[in-house]
Each structure stands twice: as C-alpha cells, then as structure tokens.
C-alpha cells in the first residue's frame, strides 16, 4: 500500500539533505511537476524558484489558471512568455521525434537563462516513472522521447533532481490529494504540450485549431458524464491530422483539415483500451469542432485504437 504523507516527509527530508544552494523547478501546471514544485517548497521555502513556461503549445485558459492554482500554494513563481521562440525553432519541422527533442531542448535552455538569472543549481522535475520507461534506455525501445527525459542535452549545466521518478501517476494523485492539489484529478497532459496533438506543421493557426477543438472536447465529454450519459474518461481530447479533405460549405468546394477525437480509459497511461462515447455526444462534439473554426475543419473522426498497438497521444 502506498503511503503518500510518508512519502512527503521522507521525499522532503530527502530533498532538503540533497539541494544545498538555489534551485528550479519546471512547473507546467500538471500534476507532476505541482506536486514535485509544492513538496520541494516544503523542503527547502525560498531557495526553490518556481518557473512557468508558456510555450504557446498550452490548452486554452491554461497559463492563466496555472498561475492561480500555484500563486494558492504559496510558490515563488515566474512566467516565461516563450511563444515566439517555440515556433520560430519549429517552423517547418513535422517528424514527431525531432519536435519532441526540440521542445525539451528550448524547455532546458528557458531554464538556463532563469538558472542565470537566479543563481540556480539543481533543477528539479516532476517526471515519473513511465517518461523514463518509455524513454528508452536499458533494454526497452524509444516509442517516444518523452520532453522532460530524451530532451535533456547533454551539456546540461543544472544538477537535476527528480523526487517522483519512482511512481506512477495513480501514485501521484494520491500524493496530490493529500497535498490539496486542485489539479488531482485532473486529466494527464503532455509535456510538450498541444505539439503532439498537431501533426505536421505547427503554425498558429494550426494550433489554435487544436487548442479550440481540444476545449470542445473536454466540455462535452465533462458535460456528458455530470448528466450521466456516460463515465469520464482518463484521458480524452483532440488532435488534429496531417490530412486535408474534400469537403463543402454552403455549395461550396472546400478542402480543410481533419480532426480526430481521442478518449481512453487506462490506469497508469501504459496501456489503454478506447472509451465508447454515446453517438449524440460524439455528433455534438464534431458539429461544435467544424462551426468553432469555421473554413478550417471539414472532418471529424473518432479514434477506436487501443494502446497497444497505439499509443495515447498521436505523436
Ligand atoms: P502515450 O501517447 O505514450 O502517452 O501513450 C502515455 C501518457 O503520457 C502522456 N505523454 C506525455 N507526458 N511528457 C509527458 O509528461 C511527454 O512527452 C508525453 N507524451 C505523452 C500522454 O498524454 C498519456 O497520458
């Protein structure tokens, strides 16, 4: 049985023996890395400076409720407004393995700036077991470099701490409710954000798309599930394709996008079958999706892969 208040006061005692000068911690609003960022706060108060990325890749609404959530915790916070830098480096790069590598590597160099700035020495982060696992490494394939792993350059100049890298999410979540974490029981988001859920190129507008369609999605399936119709799924959102389509508005020819919808159940993300969604719901979903960002999308699919063989994400 896992014991989360041992588990804080051991992983804190462990942190403050550990992290003699400043440090940092990368807190992407998630559930690992806030509670990672509230237990080091416990440990070690004002060495530890908490910094917030906003790489323009975040769901919609997101920055500004991360910022609330972690200023109601009593962290030290600073949000980097990073838009800018995160698509001028992906501009016109679609290869899944390479966007992730970049994504981590922009993360580490933000921080090295703040580390500047700060003085800092260790940067410590929330990744939890499966990141590594799935990371590769040892006898295990790369299925994907997860951002806060594969992504580390190695002419890292920060000592990184990863308190949590022995858990699993569900373990995690009980260590969020004991810590009254807002974010508990809220669903799993990618470290890299909305890049893994727009397949090919990243551009404004593309991610605006998804950022929109993702929204729909989780107010639906939140809206389903309170009425009853249906269980929450653990993880549930949208992605958009690297596929156009023929499609027509008004009688008008249109070639648009695609999107696809994706909702799972699993325990710990490392395997997962397909939720079923009532037709209604998944009819609401595609009717709110193609009038949301009219002209754009003409398409709507749903998802029926389990992991395995898919995975959660698209990317
Ligand atoms: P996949 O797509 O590999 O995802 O089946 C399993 C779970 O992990 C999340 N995920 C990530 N989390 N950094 C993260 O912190 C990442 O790079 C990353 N990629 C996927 C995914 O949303 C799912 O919950």
């Known amino acids: 049985m896992f014991d989360a208040s041992a588990f804080i006061t051991e ?90 590598k970049i994504i981590g590597e922009l993360f580490i160099r933000i921080f090295e700036d703040e580390q500047a700035k700060v003085g800092a020495k260790y940067l410590v982060q929330g990744t939890i077991a499966p990141d590594w696992i799935e990371s590769g490494g040892g006898v295990r394939d790369t299925i994907k470099s997860h951002h806060n792993v594969g992504g580390l350059p190695e002419d890292m100049t920060l000592e990184v701490v990863e308190p949590l890298r022995d858990l699993y999410k569900d373990e995690v979540r009980e260590l969020a409710r004991a810590l009254e974490i807002k974010v508990a029981e809220r669903q799993p988001f990618p470290g890299p954000g909305l890049a893994v859920r ?66 799972v159940q699993s325990l710990d993300g490392m395997s997962a079958r397909y939720s079923t969604i009532p037709h209604e719901v998944l009819t609401k979903i595609s009717t709110r999706i193609t009038n949301a960002v009219k002209g754009d999308v003409n398409r709507v699919v749903y998802d029926i892969t389990h992991k395995p063989p898919g995975t959660i994400e698209w990317e």
């Open 11 to 100: 992983s804190a005692e462990k942190m403050q023996n550990e992290i003699d000068d400043i440090a940092i911690i990368a807190c992407s609003g998630g559930v690992d890395s806030t509670v990672a960022a509230v237990i080091a706060n416990q440990a070690i108060g004002d060495k530890l400076h908490c910094v917030y990325v906003d790489t323009g890749l975040m769901r919609k609404n997101e920055t500004e409720e991360i910022q609330e959530m972690l200023a109601a915790h009593g962290l030290n916070l600073t949000t980097v407004f990073a838009e800018e830098r995160y698509f001028a480096a992906l501009k016109g790069v679609t290869e899944p393995e390479q966007k992730r």
């Open 198 to 263: 727009c397949l090919g190129e990243l551009t404004p507008q593309r991610v605006h798309i998804v950022r929109e369609a993702c929204a729909i999605v989780e107010e639906e399936l939140e809206a389903a599930a309170e009425a009853g119709k249906m269980e929450i799924p653990w993880q549930y959102f949208a992605a958009l394709l690297p596929v156009r389509s023929v499609g027509v508005h008004g009688d008008v020819r249109a070639y648009g996008e695609t999107v696809v919808v994706r909702a």
